[in-house]
Nanobody
């Protein structure tokens, strides 16, 4: 599985950015797929933390409390593609943003997502810097 992120950059507080991720190497278009795509981030000298996740074939999403209402995760038209639209950015949002692929056994419609520890494939990350 190959995971590639793009779209990072530098913005001022209050600005917006849109991150993109493309995952290949699995059949993400299967109607019964249990795959999910997620975004994590890691600030310097801090642990990596979960940001948002979505199933690849239903509307199930989840957000970290710190970004809920400001970030939107969405699936692209191409299977295996996911975006993270970020609004109202502040310096605490700075860090390297990683896209990851995980899976659950439940079929679509069950509303389940992998736990943050169940993501197996990771991209190299893209830097987001928010200045005050």
């Amino acid at each position: 599985v190959r995971v590639v992120e793009s779209g990072g950059g530098s913005v001022e507080t209050g600005g917006s950015l849109r991150l993109s991720c493309t995952a290949t190497g699995r059949d993400f278009s299967r109607f019964d797929s249990g795959y999910a795509l997620a975004w994590f981030r890691q600030a310097p000298q801090k642990d990596r933390e979960f940001v948002a996740a979505t199933r690849v074939n239903d509307e199930t999403t989840d957000y970290a409390r710190s970004v809920r209402g400001r970030f939107v995760i969405s699936r692209g038209n191409v299977a295996g593609t996911v975006f993270l639209q970020m609004y109202g950015l502040n310096p605490d949002d700075s860090g390297v943003y990683y896209c990851a692929v995980g899976s659950v056994k439940d079929p679509p419609g069950y509303g389940t997502l992998p736990s943050p520890y169940e993501y197996s494939y990771w991209g190299q990350g893209t830097q987001v810097t928010v200045s005050s």
